[in-house]
C-alpha cells in the first residue's frame, strides 16, 4: 500500500487525507489463529511536520477467531489507531556494539523516493493487536476436562478430582 507523498514533501505543514480499502489476503496476515473476514478500511492523516511526515492512520475490519476456551469459532471488529513517523533517506547505521534503540526512535520508519509504503506498519499494528488468548466472551466456561463438552450448553456429570498427588495430604486438612 503505498503512498504518493510529493506533493507531501513540498513545505512543513502541508497535509494529505486519504481513505483506502486494502485486501486483508494481500498483506498476509491471516495465520492459524484469527482470519480476516473482510478488507481493511484504512484512514490516513498525513502531515510534514518538517522533522518527517507523520502519519496518523485509523484500520477498520473483522476477523473471525477461535475461543481458547470452548473451540468455537466467532468472529469480531478491530479497530486500530497508530501514530508512525517516516523520514526521507535510510535508517542510519548504529555504531559497532551499539544496541540500544534511542529514545523517540522506536515509531521512526524511513523512506527513499516519492512514495510511503504503509503496508508493513499497519500490518505490525494489526498483528500486535490481535489478542492473544481470544475468548468469545469473557465469562466463557470452556471444556469440560473429562468429556469435552461445552459447558455454556449444559454441565456435565463428570467429578473432576485433578488435585496433584503431592499436595494430597494437605485436602485432608480442610
Not at 69 to 84: N, P, T
Not at 126 to 148: D, F, H, V, Y
Request: glycine share 6%; aromatic share 6%; hydrophobic share 40%.
Amino acid at each position: 500500500m503505498k503512498i504518493d507523498v510529493s506533493d507531501l514533501m513540498e513545505e512543513p505543514g502541508d497535509e494529505l487525507h486519504g481513505e483506502y480499502v486494502v485486501n486483508t489476503d494481500s498483506m498476509g496476515l491471516s495465520s492459524g489463529t484469527a482470519a480476516f473476514v473482510e478488507p481493511a478500511l484504512i484512514k490516513v492523516h498525513a502531515v510534514n511536520t518538517g522533522d518527517g511526515l507523520l502519519f496518523s492512520i485509523q484500520v477498520k475490519t473483522r476477523v473471525a477467531m477461535v475461543c481458547s476456551r470452548c473451540l468455537e469459532r466467532f468472529e469480531v471488529s478491530l479497530e486500530v489507531d497508530f501514530d508512525e513517523l517516516f523520514r526521507s533517506g535510510s535508517r542510519p547505521q548504529p555504531e559497532k556494539n551499539e544496541h540500544e534503540v534511542q529514545e523517540g526512535e522506536e515509531r521512526i520508519s524511513y523512506f527513499t523516493g516519492r512514495e510511503v509504503d504503509l503496508l508493513p506498519v499497519v500490518r505490525e499494528n494489526l498483528t500486535l493487536a490481535l489478542p492473544m488468548k481470544p475468548l468469545c466472551r469473557e465469562e466463557c466456561a470452556g471444556l469440560c476436562l473429562l468429556c469435552g463438552r461445552r459447558l455454556e450448553e449444559a454441565a456435565c456429570d463428570c467429578q473432576v478430582d485433578d488435585i496433584d498427588p503431592r499436595w494430597a495430604d494437605l485436602m485432608k486438612l480442610l
